[in-house]
């Protein structure tokens, strides 16, 4: 059993978190903590997240000491603000704990990076060239290796499990840059008190255009430029992307399959990809689990796919303990189905 | 054409209001005031409320003197907190004009009342004494002589007209207390930024148990002890009421019919009330509309009666101009159908 | 090991019944049945509900012998109408098997009671007699020495696990019926195209006033008249019910938190109610678990409860199993949390 | 004032039609029609749409002979099947009717086009060469003259408007199409009982790729290859549509708002566009009004345009009644807002 405590327990992230960790045959959930200023601690978790009642009562404590936080600890989940998990990982990681950061702090290793889309100057250049990115379906190995897992964010898993095989194929023409739509649920923005969460502001509508901080993670990641333009939707949870692209010159049908059902089929381990091929991905499919559907169709020179993820599953929690699942000999989907 | 104004005029209702205001043929919509303090003020309404683009685009400016606010102004419509509306109401009355306030700083003259639902100590005795209760099926009369007058609540719009014609009958076995359970949709709780209505927090769920301030709002204009448990819905708009209770001993269901019909059938006015007898209301019938549809159903002993109307409109600002339309000799639903 | 097979499993319930099957430890899931005209045979159930792609991917079969259909299974569960449930059980139990029945074809033992509410002639008496109601926190002694076990109505497990402690106790007075408002989710309808379940069509409206099934149900196994007004929602899954009573002569609120305590706490093994003294159930704290929530409040003599389940789970399959575990002597929530 | 008549009055499109024209001050309302077989003939529209009650409660009449139909008409809606409006437009025009066609039966002058993508042979040449489209801001003076209106699909409306001003200023690069992703609320499915309507099933989702009439009318149009791509959203009402496509080389942001501008403001009458310059457009702003709200953002050689209307509305009933004004020398948004 591997002793587990989650940093920033509070948020839907988190409470996702307890729930798969409470439930999984080979982690032992030892604490929740929270800000140390913040108004929940000392609450149980259930009393901000009614579901978990009987299920995880364990109370937030405050982070107040790490040292004393990371005694006997195994693995730290940091679901926590970029900046939190950027100044307390790397003291989890002198430790000797495994870290799996849902936070972007360590998912891209380019200059200027944090800078210009995070407003921080990054401070541990080591800890960022060591973090592993944990896109589970492709990083196996490396996460296998891993002490720090700098698990992807919500959008960026929909659009780089659908658009991975076909660049690594070769089968795009990049030249024309995909584009990708993507509709997320409100929980992708938190649990806060906001006027644009507002049960009766939300509606259907495109934001961060040509700026969100998830565009260059996909780009960097895919190494491939894109366009990508998120939306807010009127639901509670999940992400479905669309993306248009332009397939390479002769590039047939057969060969997109092809490298789809390379990516994915016929794994040594189960993994967390379901393919559609000729057919569409729906967002119920995949809310409440942890799978990605992708599904696609090609028309002449073009390529439509669609990508659908649970954004607090897939998207967050339930690749974390993915990661998790690699990293410790365990099979890939323990705990989540 | 009677020169009109908004006061709190960035809310729901108060968008509502300039947006019937705005295409009454006999109102011409002169300001919109918000309080002198509020960060909106200075913006066009229609930059809160994006319907209204092009619609009515005037700006929200800040009330820092009644005086020139009410100059050359006949009606004044209060969409403010019930200590504003209470604070300000007589200084406009004095002036001459017609007042509607929508909160619930006149609704009720009983003693300690204010104290102790609404937390503060009513100072106007005598416009309290004056005020009329613009339940508009109802109160005809008054209205059309009233120099300020009072809307119901939203809640308690529903439960009257629902219940009113079966008190007014006799009809009821008192004894045994009618129950009002009533779901409404967020927009009740009014443009704010609030956990409670965050997107994400927003499920069906009863609240305000025996506590409501519109319990004794219904009791005391029906003279009769109710139960009322209000709830929230996941919907932004509506309020479905669905209430229970005893016939008096004997009484039949054709009489009841006949009360119903006695009451809303054959008035000389076309009014906001649509029966269906033998039937249920339903939330999207009048979402977006001025009606009240009241259903009902007699076995035996007991009556159950459904009543849907939207909280915005006939909750709120269609109910407001009814009353307008009332006191000024305009057909009662001018500008609301 | 037990061999388990579900009848009747193209539909929501058959669908969350086959979920939770397949997680079971100490369950396998054997077949899966629709009827033998049913245009889903042959489908795997994962092309109905694309959730359980990769989860369940058994075949719908056609029920075309029950013999066959029973060989070497241990338990059936029904996940039919009622008139096939009361047409094919006799034949499983027959044969050996636990039946564990998600209709209402063995439910209540009145006269006249399927003639008048489910318009057939029930055939089985003595199957209806030796039935037990599986209303697993009240009926675990007889649940576990049953071979036919009445899963509950959506409805009335609601309903009962909230009253119940309150009838035994006897703290109600139950000369004014209590007063049953419910609100369901769509899934409660089953998986059909019909107008009224049609997306556009859907808003919060009642139904079935004075005539629902659920009626008689509760009112029988509660031994109390009760008025029961059940009511559509506009969301997928869930039941909410609000419930007010009156209580006895002099009966306190510490007498009722006595009895609610009394019925649910300390229990042996961990149940599937949890109780909110003071504060109100909250839907969404039990859509997807296969808790029921409960919550209460007095005030003078009148008392009102509120309690949530999710209707296609604690309403239908997880209880079924809860039944399941309970007879077959598992940890009651065996596969449930 | 105008004689109307609405054909294929019962579904939702011909309901909001029916309100429009009863409240209009040019137009008497004469007569609702549905096929002579269907079986809502005989009751009165409010009976299928309750929000109509005391608004419209004129009776859906069985359509069993044009001429008698025509009799004294001026203007004739069609919001009939596509191949319904084939087969009786013609009569209704040689009788002299104004006929505004909400089908797809006259909206494309190409050859082979209704074969291949409505499955019927076209029979009407003549009538198909008359027909103007009714894309309202564009075709003003045509549709000046027209007796017969093609009034433009729904997800067309949202598209054209929005690409017509860069392509008619030549200021795309068309050899990159564009890339069209559009979300449509379920009314735009119409009012029949289906499992994919079916409330349960409904989730986002995309559907018809490649495939789907709108492309080819959207293409023709614009006279530009798209990549349309439509999806089916959890909502009832409304269309966004987010395109994004490639400026041709040099192109300046400065001269996009220059296009749009010159293209939408400062028009001799208001008509149904508002623009939003670097923000982009929301569902809620426009469901329930007849406004099509277009926001874009460039960045380097790319553009992102949003644009929302209602589907029942600007994408259909409202853009037919702007057609009636517009045809008949009203002011454009008479009745619409």
Same mark, same amino acid.
């Given at each position: ?21 409470? !439930?999984?045959? /080979? +982690? ?12 929940? *601690?000392? @609450? %149980? &978790? ?97 996460? !296998?290796?891993? /002490? +720090? ?12 499990? *659908?658009? @991975? %095989? &076909? ?171």
């Amino acid at each position: 059993m591997l002793n587990t405590i989650i940093i920033g327990a509070s948020g839907y992230t988190g409470a996702e978190l307890a729930k798969i960790v409470n !439930r999984h045959p /080979q +982690l032992t959930l030892c604490g929740l903590y929270v800000s140390a200023t913040s108004l929940d *601690a000392g @609450k %149980p &978790l259930s009393a901000l997240h009614g579901q978990l009642r009987d299920v995880v009562d364990l109370p937030l404590q405050p982070l107040t000491d790490i040292k004393t936080a990371a005694a006997n600890i195994d693995i730290v989940l940091l679901a926590t603000a970029h900046e939190v998990s950027h100044d307390i990982a790397a003291e989890f990681l002198n430790l000797g704990c495994q870290v799996f950061d849902l936070s972007g702090a360590f998912r891209v290793k380019a200059d200027d990076f944090y800078r210009q889309y995070y407003n921080f100057e990054h401070k541990y250049d080591e800890w960022l060239e060591n973090a592993v990115y944990g896109l589970a379906e492709w990083n196996h190995d490396q996460i !296998r290796q891993a /002490q +720090l897992v700098a698990v992807p964010g919500c959008y960026p898993t929909a659009a780089q499990l *659908a658009l @991975k %095989p &076909l660049l690594v194929a070769g089968l795009l023409d990049c030249d024309q840059w995909p584009v990708i739509n993507a509709v997320s649920g409100v929980s992708g923005a938190g649990r806060k008190a906001r006027m644009t969460n507002s049960f009766c502001e939300v509606s259907l509508q495109a934001y961060g255009l040509f700026t969100h901080r998830h565009q260059p993670e996909i780009a960097h990641h895919l190494n491939c430029d894109i366009i990508f333009t998120p939306h807010l939707g009127n639901f509670k949870r999940g992400i479905l992307a669309t993306i248009t692209a332009k397939l390479a010159i002769g590039v047939t049908a057969d060969e997109v399959t092809a490298a789809m059902e390379s990516a994915y089929l016929n794994a040594a381990d189960q993994h967390a990809v379901r393919l559609l091929k000729n057919k569409t991905a729906k967002l119920d499919d995949v809310v409440g689990s942890c799978f990605c559907d992708i599904g696609w169709q090609v028309q002449g020179e073009h390529i439509i796919l669609t990508a659908a993820i649970d954004n607090l599953l897939k998207g967050a929690s339930s690749q974390a303990v993915q990661c998790i699942n690699i990293r410790n000999g365990f099979p890939q989907l323990t705990a989540l189905v």
